[in-house]
């Protein structure tokens, strides 16, 4: 059995940007979960995404993302994602 390994990116956005930087990463592919924190570094929502995970299973993930969003200003994306 093989360890699959994962390596992790940031991205630093406004609260207005969150929502259509995650589905520009989604669309990119082999993520593995999503952690979006708030300025002071504490994780706001966490959400594992399964290679399958697309259409309407992602609508309440997105409402999700949408409300917290319109509560920060400034917040990290951290993106974990299948290494080849």
């Known amino acids: 059995m093989t360890k699959e390994k994962t390596k992790k990116e940031e991205f630093k956005v406004s609260g207005e940007d969150?929502?259509?930087r995650v589905k520009?990463?989604?669309k990119e592919g082999n993520i593995?979960?999503?952690?979006?924190?708030n300025e002071e570094g504490k994780t706001?929502?966490?959400v594992p995404l399964t290679i399958g995970a697309v259409?309407?299973?992602l609508l309440p993930i997105?409402?999700?993302i949408g409300a917290v969003a319109a509560l920060v200003t400034k917040c990290t994306i951290i993106v974990e994602k299948k290494e080849d």
């Open 62 to 64: 997105w409402a999700a």
């Open 44 to 46: 706001l929502i966490e």
């Open 18 to 20: 969150v929502v259509k």
């Open 32 to 37: 593995r979960r999503i952690i979006i924190k």
């Open 24 to 26: 520009e990463l989604v």
């Open 55 to 57: 259409g309407a299973v």
